[in-house]
């Protein structure tokens, strides 16, 4: 079983940054694709970059690349989602998510899921 904690949310102005954290209990996240998802109000949720668990890789959405970028820190256990140039719609809940597959940008993928934390865009 494993836990997964996110951190980091707030309130940011676009075209600002933040970073988002997700801590993991119960396991390392060495043996897991790894996920971030964000679901906008009223909306479903969708994956916005991850980490494969077997390449190594990182892989973006066409809405995020170029401007969040994930990582993971072996030391702390942690995986990190550095948001760039910030828009309004990057607005909602964002959500760690960790897959024993290969993981993707698909929500089906994946297996044990953080509550989530609220990043919120203002103009």
């Known amino acids: 079983q494993v836990q997964l904690v996110e951190s980091g949310g707030g309130l940011v102005s676009i075209g600002g940054s933040l970073t988002l954290s997700c801590t993991a209990s119960?396991?390392?996240?060495?043996?897991?694709?790894i996920g971030w998802f964000h679901q906008a109000p009223g909306k479903e949720r969708k994956g916005v970059a991850c980490?494969?668990?077997?390449?190594?890789?990182?892989y973006y959405s066409d809405s995020v690349r170029g401007r969040f970028t994930i990582s993971r820190n072996p030391d702390t256990n942690t995986v990190d989602l550095r948001m760039e140039k910030m828009k309004l719609e990057d607005t909602g809940i964002y959500y760690c998510?960790?897959?024993?597959?290969?993981?993707?940008?698909?929500?089906?993928?994946?297996?044990?899921w953080g509550q989530g934390t609220q990043v919120t865009v203002s103009s």
């Open positions: 998510a960790v897959a024993s597959g290969t993981g993707g940008l698909t929500a089906v993928a994946y297996d044990y």
């Open positions: 119960g396991s390392n996240f060495d043996r897991f694709s």
């Open positions: 980490i494969h668990r077997f390449n190594g890789n990182n």
